[in-house]
């Protein structure tokens, strides 16, 4: 009789055994974010020269009849402060001070530097007058300088890119401040700061303006997901990419499932010692 028992709680023991190797794994994956960003698609040459002013002006004028159709207040409020951003991006531009041009005037090394945009969105350049940039777009600087160039040169051959300052912080490599191409990826400036550590979770990434939350958890892994550039969220100088943290509950929580299993564990063995 006890040997029967002894074999039908091993028995027990056996069936039992996947059951608490599944709760302890359920409960590690439900308590663990994700420190690994998604694959996102490559950039379309469009993707990389930013939305042109026709394409903001459509943006804008979708988001306008979205505010007025939406009968949700926090979807009016949304669409209608996605609107205002677009529509004060077609009136002054994409450029605020603080913002940096990577230039290359071919044929005149002088003018081949990088030029800070400083306030009243103006630039200056060597020997030359200051050039503003009030009303202008990033798909637009390259056509725009060439433009003002050629009041001083002959056929000037120029190559500009737009630099952003944005800050990079959370639980990643190397978090700070950083000037960066505005064609570049949400993905690229996290792993341009070093990429995310064992203690983030980069499902709960926001993006701040002013200390105010300019884009949530859902945006951003929106933004992450289709490859979405900084130019086209709209981001500026001074603006917070902040990525997630793993909270302490979490580990709590852990260890609070692995004692369970543990516990069950520890009951099936005393059954099976009878």
Not at 262 to 273: D, E, F, H, P
Request: proline share 4%; glycine share 8%.
């Amino acid at each position: 009789m006890v040997t029967t028992l002894k074999r039908s709680s091993a028995g027990a023991v056996r069936a039992l055994l996947p059951l608490v190797l599944l709760v302890a794994a359920a409960g590690c994956a439900s308590s663990r974010g994700s420190s690994v960003l998604p694959v996102q698609p490559p950039l379309t040459d469009s993707m990389r020269a930013g939305p042109s002013r026709a394409e903001l002006q459509a943006m804008a004028a979708q988001a306008d009849r979205e505010a007025q159709a939406a009968t949700d207040p926090d979807v009016k409020r949304q669409k209608q402060e996605e609107a205002a951003s677009l529509h004060d991006r077609l009136t002054n531009g994409d450029f605020h001070a603080g913002d940096r041009i990577a230039l290359v005037v071919r044929g005149d090394s002088t003018l081949t530097d990088t030029a800070v945009v400083r306030g009243g969105r103006s630039i200056q350049l060597r020997n030359l007058p200051d050039i503003s940039l009030a009303g202008v777009l990033h798909s637009e600087l390259d056509a725009y300088l060439t433009k003002e160039l050629s009041k001083y040169l002959r056929n000037p051959d120029v190559r500009a890119q737009a630099l952003i300052q944005i800050a990079v912080l959370g639980p990643v490599g190397k978090p700070g401040f950083y000037n960066l191409p505005s064609d570049l990826t949400l993905t690229d400036a996290i792993m341009l700061a070093g990429g995310p550590s064992q203690q983030s979770d980069v499902n709960k990434t926001k993006v701040l303006r002013n200390n105010k939350e300019v884009y949530g958890n859902e945006a951003v892994q929106h933004a992450f997901t289709s490859g979405t550039t900084l130019d086209q969220m709209s981001l500026r100088a001074g603006d917070q990419i902040v990525v997630g943290e793993k909270g302490r509950k979490d580990w709590v929580r852990v260890l609070q499932v692995v004692s369970l299993a543990a516990g069950i564990a520890v009951s099936i063995w005393a059954l099976s010692s009878r």
